[in-house]
């Protein structure tokens, strides 16, 4: 079943009161133009007691993205639908051939992703296994590819698509937790620095509706600034 196109008219963005896997979420709708609000959960009762049963999604969870009638969970398939809601297919690859070229960067962006919640999150010694992640291992092996792949080219399947803002967003929280492991990487530091000087993203990182804050502070293994 094909979407039809909604009027611009304001969505929801459901999730916890930080940027975490809901950065991406937002700066997509802002590049976009659907105009959307902030639902941030700072009690955890407010979602699990009562909204979590009460808002009528199918497989409840954080983020989510409410639509007029439709409710959506899982946030990769929050940033399939955003550019097909906003008219803007090209995002996600406007031929079979392109489709795929997305696909499969993006899911090396869900690789990094994976790599450095391990990190945050996990570490035991998180200074001693940040230095081990960025010399050797999956890390490494995916930013190096990543890094080889932007090898004259603006954006990773050679157009802008879901992939690149994903991509931004792990670099920009790399540059976060330590910017000096990106020195090695002057295509992804290029890139992050062109990400940027989009127009649509620049007013968005300057709007209310941009959160800065990666992480609950205390939660995690690495500890972000407020």
């Known amino acids: 079943k094909i979407i039809k196109m909604a009027a611009p008219s304001e969505v929801t963005v459901g999730y916890w009161g930080i940027r975490g896997r809901g950065g991406v979420i937002r700066s997509l709708l802002a590049y976009c133009g659907v105009p959307f609000q902030n639902k941030n959960y700072t009690d955890p009762e407010e979602w699990f007691g009562k ?43 406007d031929t079979d051939d392109k489709f795929v070229q997305v696909q499969v960067a993006f899911g090396v962006g869900l690789d990094v992703l994976t790599e450095l919640s391990k990190l945050i999150w996990s570490a035991k010694d998180f200074e001693a296994e940040k230095e081990e992640a960025f010399t050797k291992g999956k890390l490494k092996a995916k930013l190096d590819a990543l890094n080889a792949n932007l090898e004259g080219k603006e954006w990773l399947t050679g157009f802008l698509s879901i992939a ?3 991509l931004f967003e792990l670099l920009d929280l790399i540059h976060e937790v330590d910017g000096a492991k990106l020195e090695s990487y002057p295509n992804l530091v290029s890139f992050r620095k062109r990400f940027l000087e989009i127009p649509q993203i620049k007013a968005h990182r300057e709007s209310p509706n941009f959160i800065k804050l990666w992480y609950p502070p205390g939660m995690t293994k690495w500890q972000p600034s407020a």
């Open 164 to 166: 690149d803002f994903q």
């Open 51 to 93: 909204d979590k049963q009460s808002l009528g999604f199918e497989y409840p969870n954080l983020p989510y993205l409410i639509d007029g009638d439709k409710k959506l969970t899982e946030s990769n398939a929050i940033l399939h639908y955003i550019p097909i809601r906003a008219g803007k297919r090209e995002l996600l690859g």
